[in-house]
């Protein structure tokens, strides 16, 4: 396992032997959530491209750790450097593209207004999505081990995306309008190509007048996206290779339905995601230990569990009520290995209530408790025999 990623606004003056403090949300999460102790190795860096490797000297208090600094690794500047252009989808798929393109190794993600855009991003509304962009590109870029997280510019008009594509050494408009001529799109690191930018276009965002307009200004032509890049995807693996999410065929559209979550609510948040994060070793999405909010997904499959405040949620339905009464939700989750996963989380603290034992033919369970009393099942599927 790779040591953690910390972020500090500065590494200016680290040296050999220095002790940087790591506070705030990032100590918080460090001291209060991981639950690092001294002697274990972090890394830490400013998002910028400098990193400190080194083990922890010490904690104190709930949001305070001290590093010693012993190596120096560093992230030097891309080259090519790959700035992408995603027109705003709805929901929640547009941090789901900025992780998945943080993962990848993107350089700068610009959101694009498009007129065509059911999402508007205007006054606080479209601060605070914005301020989400660069949230989940600061956590992914975290969680991907990079050094050098990628920048998320402000939201850009047609107008000055037109601009950016017109600067670029190499640009591309990845669409879907089959009336264009287009070819399979190229590699973006070919030789002298310092600036690549590719624009994201799966919804025809951009209006074939400013289109045209665009090809006047910049050296750039459009490029059919291959199938694997067909469109934002619904629910990404978590280390992929491209995106890869059929296209749907126009029988299903207007009409496809995802399963976004199973959202627990729950009075002691801090517990609940020291359970889900640490002992089950589910995956958070933003590393937000002290709440009001986090969702949690596995290494596979694309389902989530997220954790809400209960008194938060109390707020918008009253019927709710502050203290639970009784049990509301089940948390399933499928393993390959009942057993050894089970000896797993038994050895981080779990106490299985059930099982190992089979519940039908084609498949054994067990269950256990979270520290809120929510009941999570496990699930081991059998092979069908005869």
């Not at 500047?77 to 993962?103: F, H, N, W, Y």
């Not at 207007?254 to 729950?266: D, I, K």
């Not at 009001?292 to 949620?313: C, N, T, V, W």
């Amino acid at each position: 396992m790779t040591a953690p990623v910390f972020v500090v606004d500065s590494l200016e003056g680290v040296g050999p032997g220095s002790v940087v403090d790591v506070e705030g949300p990032e100590g918080r999460h460090a001291v209060s959530v991981r639950r690092l102790q001294p002697g274990e190795e972090v890394v830490i860096t400013d998002g910028r491209g400098r990193g400190v490797s080194g083990v922890v000297v010490s904690t104190s208090g709930k949001d305070h750790m001290a590093v010693e600094a012993r190596a120096f690794p560093a992230e030097p500047e891309p080259s090519p450097r790959i700035t992408v252009v995603q027109a705003l989808p709805k929901g929640d798929r547009g941090e789901l593209a900025v992780e998945m393109m943080t993962e990848t190794g993107v350089d700068a993600i610009v959101p694009w207004q498009a007129a065509r855009c059911i999402t508007q991003w205007k006054g606080d509304r479209g601060q605070k999505a914005l301020a989400k962009w660069r949230a989940t590109a600061r956590e992914a870029g975290k969680q991907s081990r990079r050094l050098r997280f990628p920048e998320v510019a402000d939201a850009a008009s047609t107008r000055q995306v037109a601009a950016l594509l017109a600067a670029a050494d190499f640009a591309a408009v990845l669409h879907s309008d089959f009336e264009h001529d287009s070819t399979p799109s190229p590699p973006p690191n070919s030789p002298g190509r310092a600036r690549s930018c590719w624009s994201w276009d799966p919804k025809e965002a951009w209006p074939a007048t400013s289109w045209r307009s665009s090809r006047r200004r910049a050296p750039s032509r459009a490029y059919w996206a291959p199938r694997c890049c067909a469109r934002p995807p619904p629910a990404p693996p978590r280390r992929p290779s491209c995106w890869a999410a059929p296209a749907a065929g126009p029988e299903h559209r207007g009409t496809v339905m995802e399963l976004a979550q199973v959202r627990l609510l729950v009075s002691d948040f801090a517990a609940c995601y020291r359970f889900y994060a640490d002992v089950l070793g589910l995956r958070p999405q933003s590393g937000t230990g002290e709440g009001p909010y986090e969702k949690f997904s596995p290494h596979a499959g694309s389902a989530g569990i997220a954790l809400q405040d209960r008194a938060m949620m109390a707020g918008v339905l009253a019927e709710l009520g502050v203290t639970a009464t009784g049990h509301r939700s089940l948390v399933v989750l499928r393993v390959d290995d009942l057993d050894a996963y089970c000896a797993q989380i038994t050895a981080r603290g779990a106490t299985v209530l059930h099982g190992p034992a089979p519940m039908t033919e084609r498949m054994r369970v067990a269950h256990l408790k979270d520290p809120e009393g929510n009941v999570v099942e496990l699930q081991e599927w059998l092979l069908l025999r005869g």
